[in-house]
C-alpha cells in the first residue's frame, strides 16, 4: 500500500463534509459549497448572503506521528505509523456557524456517515468549539465561523524483499584450483 497524498485525505475528508451538511456530492452547486481551496482572484468569489465552506487538510505538527513500526521478521518489510491530519474549516454566511456546529457535532457522534473509519482516519474525540469571527471586507461586516479538528490516519508501506533463486559461487582452494558452485 502506498502512502496516501494530501490530495487524497482531501478528498476522502471533502465527501464526509458534504454528507454531514447533507448535500448531494453530484450536484455541481456543491463544488461551491464546499471548497477544497480559496479563491485565487483575490476576491471573495461569492455573495455575502451565500453560505460557503472553505476547507484546508494538511499534516504534522503533532509528536504522535514520529512513531514509526516497522516489522522485517518476515519477507515482506512492513512499516506503519500515525499520521496526523489537521481539517481546518472557514465558513462564510448567514448559516456559517450553525453549519461548522453541525459538522462538530457530526464529528463527535461519530456519525457513520463520515465513512473515514473504513478509510482508518480517525477524529480525534474532543474536537475544538466553532469559533464566530465576522470579517470586514469592502466596507461590508461577512458572517464567518472557523473550525478545526485533528485526526489520526494509519499509513502503511509494504515492501516485498526478494528472495535468493540461485547463487554462483567460485572456490579458490589453497593450491589455487578453480571450483565453480552453483546452489
Same mark, same amino acid.
Given at each position: #500500500? ?13 465527501? !464526509?463534509?458534504?454528507? #454531514?451538511?447533507?448535500?448531494?456530492? &453530484? ?6 459549497? %464546499? ?7 483575490? =476576491? ?9 465552506? $472553505?476547507?484546508?487538510? @494538511? ?6 506521528? =514520529? *512513531? %514509526? @513500526?516497522?516489522?522485517? !521478521? =518476515?519477507? =515482506? ?6 499520521? %496526523? ?13 450553525e453549519n ?7 464529528? #463527535?457522534?461519530? &456519525?457513520?456517515?463520515? *465513512?473515514?473509519?473504513?478509510? *482508518? ?11 464566530? &469571527?465576522?470579517?470586514? $471586507?469592502?466596507?461590508k461586516w461577512?458572517?464567518?465561523?472557523? $473550525?478545526?479538528?485533528? #485526526? ?16 554462483? $559461487?567460485?572456490? /579458490? ?7 565453480? /558452485? &552453483?546452489?
Amino acid at each position: #500500500m502506498a502512502i496516501r497524498t494530501i490530495k487524497t485525505y482531501e478528498e476522502l475528508i471533502w465527501a !464526509s463534509i458534504v454528507a #454531514m451538511l447533507e448535500l448531494d456530492p &453530484n450536484a455541481p452547486e456543491t463544488q461551491d459549497k %464546499v471548497r477544497r481551496s480559496f479563491p485565487t482572484d483575490g =476576491q471573495p468569489g461569492f455573495l455575502i448572503t451565500d453560505d460557503i465552506t $472553505f476547507m484546508r487538510v @494538511y499534516s504534522g505538527g503533532d509528536p504522535y506521528d =514520529q *512513531n %514509526v @513500526y516497522t516489522d522485517n !521478521s =518476515q519477507v =515482506q518489510s512492513v512499516t506503519s505509523y500515525t499520521r %496526523v491530519i489537521t481539517l481546518a474549516l472557514i465558513a462564510y454566511g448567514p448559516s456559517a456557524s450553525e453549519n461548522l456546529e453541525r459538522i462538530r457535532v457530526s464529528f #463527535m457522534a461519530g &456519525n457513520e456517515t463520515l *465513512n473515514l473509519k473504513a478509510e *482508518n482516519i480517525f477524529p480525534v474525540i474532543k474536537p475544538s468549539s466553532v469559533i464566530r &469571527n465576522p470579517e470586514y $471586507f469592502e466596507g461590508k461586516w461577512w458572517e464567518r465561523a472557523d $473550525f478545526s479538528i485533528i #485526526m489520526y490516519a494509519l499509513e502503511s508501506t509494504e515492501i516485498t524483499i526478494d528472495g535468493i533463486e540461485s547463487a554462483e $559461487f567460485e572456490v /579458490i582452494a589453497d593450491d589455487d584450483e578453480r571450483r565453480i /558452485i &552453483n546452489v
